[in-house]
């Protein structure tokens, strides 16, 4: 027999305390936080791994929703700066206590799309709930295009590469990348939060499935069946050598702002006669080897404004003389009163004609701006045997709105001299590409200290060339000839005022909502 004690009590079901369940709860969470905060910085620049880019918003916005808004917010405000210093580490050109501040104020508008979500989506039911994030996203985006500096550090171009998703660039412009990110997110949360038993989350899943498998198929349609046909032309683009003992910064800022001294001037005059030698040479041989096209990189050769028409001559001799057009990117001296230098290409065509003398219409914030005169902003175009010619410079390629006017030309070729530096080598160029996508030209970036390279007007690249990787600083790349007139260059930013539309709209449905 068994003893009392030997006796099995009957089984008691213990219900969870409830502080425990909340406790639980809460460390899930910060859980999320740190999932979060390790993607984040993988989610764009110099170290993107696109599926970061993805995954990341999904466990910031469950964090987001799952903390008090005195909390959480001021949290994600602070990952969210913290990824962004070290997603781009060294490529913004702000000295001292200006680079804190500016990450300060961009922490703003890189929050918003949550703290919108946080006071709005809960407001709302169903579908319409998970489109308050991402039509915040993209319309915040949108309003940061405007900025000074213009796409940097955007969310779509964390999917360079990613060509199928890509060609949505050309209906949408980069707002619908962004959007789809987005949508991402907010979906995975609503099914996080109701479960995949709930009906409406799985409708909202097979939605977003829906959207972005059609943007995919007629993307890689769009690649497989209609690429570049058209006959290609040779261009040759340059960069500066070091054929001369190199300036130091000191004696050229002198000379840039009139205050050198006469043993000083006759430094640079000697320096900049050898390197401008030395890119006519070059050019030259690439027009003897072919090359219909030719231009170097941004502000390649620095010129006194006395010597820029004799200097211009001599390309233009060389034009007639070889029956090519010449591209040549110069910095004049003291042309101007007020900022000290002109910072430009001037086309030159066959005939010994120039075609355009195109400024560049942004300088780079800081520095840049305060020593080069700002162009027109009105981009150029000539018709050629070879396409519609048009040109850019360097920053010019991140304002989507300055290149609109390249698909209203109906641009063929785009040429880009430009100047970056090793810490945005590649990320720059890659910048620049999505402007060929949209306008549906084709892309020539010849790039000082950088990336060079070219793209077709789908964003394949033609020919690609590392500065720091290179003995001659030549890139030679078969472009084609003829362009397309996309549904983004024809309606412009429609996508963009859409999602602002839409997201108005969810702000009186919302409001209503709470009145009934």
């Known amino acids: 027999m068994l003893s009392t004690a030997d006796k099995e009590e009957p089984r008691r079901t213990t219900l969870p305390h409830p502080a425990d369940s909340a406790q639980a709860a809460n460390s899930r969470t910060w859980l999320w936080l740190a999932v ?21 918003p999904v466990f910031l916005l ?15 405000y602070v990952v969210l700066v913290t990824a962004f210093a ?43 709930a998970t489109l308050v994030f991402p039509l915040t996203w993209a319309a915040t985006e949108y309003g940061l ?89 040779r261009v040759a683009s340059i960069s500066a050598r070091d054929v001369a003992a190199p300036i130091s910064p000191a004696i ?47 502000i390649n050769a620095f010129l006194p404004q006395q010597q820029e028409a ?20 110069i910095a004049v001296l003291g042309a101007q009163d007020k900022c000290p230098c002109e910072n430009k290409l001037v086309l030159i065509g066959p005939e010994g004609q120039v075609a355009w003398q195109y400024m560049k219409a942004r300088p780079v914030p800081g520095g840049e701006a305060a020593l080069q005169a700002r162009g027109d902003g009105k981009l150029r175009e000539l018709e050629t045997p070879y396409g519609r010619l048009s040109s850019m410079i360097c920053f010019d390629g991140d304002f989507p709105q300055l290149l609109a006017q390249a698909g209203a030309l109906r641009a063929d070729i785009m040429l880009d001299p430009a100047k970056d530096w090793r810490a945005i080598d590649p990320w720059h160029t890659q910048m620049a590409s999505f ?28 020919a690609s060339m590392d500065h720091f990787h290179t003995a001659d600083y030549a890139m030679v790349s078969q472009i084609p000839t003829r362009g397309v007139r996309t549904i983004y260059s024809l309606l412009g930013d429609w996508f963009a005022w859409a999602c602002i539309a839409a997201l108005v ?3 009186v449905l919302a409001v209503r909502q709470k009145q009934s």
């Open 252 to 298: 050229l800022g002198r000379v840039w702002y009139g205050i050198a001294s006469n043993g000083e001037l006759e430094i640079f005059r000697a320096w900049s006669a050898a390197t401008g030698d030395d890119l006519l040479a070059r050019a030259e041989q690439e027009m003897q080897a072919g090359a219909k096209v030719v231009f170097w990189a941004e």
């Open 505 to 507: 709209m969810l702000m």
């Open 62 to 76: 469950r964090f987001a929703r799952g903390t008090r808004r005195k909390v959480g917010l001021p949290v994600a």
């Open 310 to 329: 004799a200097f211009v001559a001599r390309g233009a001799a060389l034009a007639v003389k070889h029956h090519a057009y010449l591209g040549m990117a």
């Open 36 to 56: 979060a905060a390790a993607l984040l910085p993988f989610a764009n620049g110099a170290n993107t791994i696109w599926i970061a880019a993805w995954l990341a």
């Open 145 to 233: 295009s405007h900025s000074p500096y213009g796409t940097w550090g955007l969310a779509a171009y964390s999917q360079y590469g990613n060509l199928a998703l890509l060609q949505v660039l050309s209906v949408t412009g980069m707002w619908g990348v962004t959007f789809l990110i987005g949508w991402f997110a907010a979906v995975c949360n609503w099914v996080w939060e109701e479960g995949f038993g709930s009906q409406r989350a799985r409708a909202g899943v097979w939605a977003f499935a829906g959207t972005i498998a059609t943007v995919l198929l007629l993307g890689g349609a769009r690649l497989a069946l209609f690429p570049p046909s058209s006959p290609t032309v």
């Open 435 to 462: 402007r060929a996508i949209e306008q549906g030209f084709n892309l020539v970036r010849q790039t000082s200290e950088g990336r060079s390279a070219a793209y077709d007007y789908q964003g394949r690249v033609l």
């Open 86 to 128: 070290i997603q781009f580490r060294g490529m913004i050109p702000i000295p001292g206590v200006g680079y804190y501040i500016f990450l300060a104020v961009w922490g703003i508008p890189s929050v918003l799309p949550y703290a919108v979500d946080r006071f709005l989506a809960r407001k709302l039911s169903g579908t319409a």
